[in-house]
């Protein structure tokens, strides 16, 4: 796509409205309720797919198939992210009605990170064509990876904070308690940081780690710096509210992992066709259509079979409770 400074600047800036006004709606602190989080999934999603049409009538079919797959390739990828904000959020226990807090200013942190990477990125494409080798190789081994931990149910370690948040929390020093959404005070004469900034920067300095398995998984759909950033974007700035929706679901996604390790490694062999042809050898390439195809088809097959797998212990709680009521009606009698 031939995207003029123009179109760049309309688009950020009309990102930058709408998060305002996500934060701005979201800017008392309170409980999330299943149906508010509901509801503003849906209107992420539904303008998703709004600025899709749209690329549909200005740009043409090609366009609006990249990216809807990478947005969808995205969103899944922010999907198993959710886990990791669960253990952040356990392990420095924050209070729920501040959460929505937490979440919004992780994702405007990651929306910067994400743009910086992309930009990075597309600068290197567009130099070295057999970068697409390491993006692909790193993809692989990153799908080998999620396996690994899914084996060992990676989900369920208590979550570590990592070598630089330990400095920084060494060099201010943090408060015992929360004081609302305050992120610094004053404590003994000296100002210190707040558990609720030492948590937002948990989660900002994970997202780094998160855009390094995505962003060479989207350019491997598509190398369009305007649909690599748009389908980043529109996946992150509904991730607050996903995380209030599927909550208690997420336990239950148990073989999300492996769905997309399998899509990771999918996207990694995708990029090492595309580099050997880049590279003048005729090797068949695969298209938008099938990827978006095959993408759907592994989240829909792994959602269906981690709520079976996850419905499996319940029935036989069920059926174990309803043979000890048999059992006890029985010696009544």
Partial sequence: MDVSLTVWLLTVAGLCVLVAADFFIGRK????????????????????????????????????????????????????????????????????????????????????????????????????SWVFYIFGAFLIWTAWKLIQDARKGGHDEEYEENKLLRTVERRFGVADRYHGTKLWIEENGKRVMTPMLVVMLAIGSTDVLFALDSIPAIYGLTQDPYIVFTANAFALMGLRQLYFLIGGLLKKLIHLSYGLSVILGFIGVKLFLHALHESGVHVPEIGIPFSLGFIVLVLAVTTATSLWAARKPEREQEEEREKEEAEEKGRDA
């Avoid at 899709?52 to 947005?71: I, K, N």
């Fill in 29 to 128: 602190p309170h409980d999330v309720s299943i149906r508010e989080a509901g509801i503003w999934t849906a209107v992420w999603v539904v303008l998703a797919c709004l600025f899709g049409v749209g690329l549909l009538v200005f740009a043409g079919g090609g366009p609006t198939g990249e990216f809807f797959a990478g947005y969808i390739t995205e969103k899944s990828l922010s999907v198993d992210n959710l886990f990791v904000f669960v253990l952040i959020m356990a392990k420095f226990a924050v209070p729920s009605q501040y959460q929505q807090r937490v979440l919004m200013v992780g994702v405007i942190v990651a929306l910067v990170l994400r743009a910086a990477f992309i930009a990075a990125g597309a600068a290197i494409i567009s130099a070295f």
